[in-house]
């Protein structure tokens, strides 16, 4: 079971740049790490998802160190539109909930301030 | 990426009335589903697998009498929220796999639901 464990919050001004970061010591070799971004009364929505070093997409950055016992979702230059509640995932190739694989943790709250 | 659109968004029954949720994923095929609860400001509870064309696997602590899942076809998979009572009230979020190996879950927006 990959528990990960993220801060409960994190205060931010427009236009700054965002790193959260997630730890998963005891993530399995076949495991991703995929984050999501939920907004009050929606379904979470996927930002970007990786294995090891460096992803980047049109909206997030995602890195992760050799060992991949944690992993940093940075956002750049966040707008107020950014406040929200970001989860880490990390599952593997055979996701199951019975396998833990889909249990979300807290989450990390952002607030994003003008 | 994927889309997974749930219906009803929301949705007000009696007590003692059964409720069903409907998700589909609309541009791909999903044989494995998943279905979350989630109170306020909390985070989301896995409540079960639902697998194409078996029986869904539920976690522990989760009644499948009272949440009846079935997973019909590759697009669809509906709850059931049976003899709903008040403390059934929250919101429900599905969210599906791509592929049969994919390891990218998409979810869809959300339902909720009040019992009264």
């Known amino acids: 079971l990959a528990k990960t464990t993220q801060p409960i919050s994190m205060d931010s001004y427009e236009g700054q740049e965002v790193n959260i970061t997630c730890s998963h010591n005891n993530i399995a070799t076949n495991d991703y790490i995929t984050w999501y971004q939920q907004f009050p009364s929606q379904g979470p929505r996927f930002i970007i998802q990786?294995?090891?070093t460096k992803v980047t997409n049109e909206v997030a950055s995602l890195f992760i160190p050799a060992d991949r016992k944690s992993s940093t979702l940075s956002l750049p230059r966040v707008s107020l539109s950014d406040t929200a509640v970001y989860y880490c995932l990390v599952g593997g190739d055979n996701y199951g909930g019975s396998q833990g694989n889909l249990i979300f943790g807290k989450g990390t709250k952002l607030s994003v301030k003008p | 990426g994927a889309v997974v659109s749930q219906h009803p968004s929301w949705v007000i029954c009696k007590s003692g009335t059964s409720v069903k949720i409907e998700c589909r994923s609309l541009d791909f095929q999903a044989t494995t589903m998943f279905w979350y609860r989630q109170f306020p400001k909390q985070s989301l509870m896995l409540m079960a697998t639902?697998?194409?064309?078996?029986?869904?696997?539920?976690e522990q602590g989760v009644e499948k009498d009272k949440f009846l899942i079935n997973h019909a076809s590759l697009t669809l998979s509906t709850l059931t929220v049976t003899s709903a009572h008040p403390e059934d009230s929250s919101f429900y979020i599905c969210?599906?796999?791509?592929?049969?190996?994919?390891?990218?879950?998409?979810f869809g927006e959300g339902s909720w639901l009040t019992v009264v």
């Open positions: 969210s599906a796999r791509v592929g049969q190996s994919g390891n990218t879950i998409y």
């Open positions: 990786g294995y090891k």
């Open positions: 639902s697998n194409e064309g078996s029986k869904a696997t539920y």
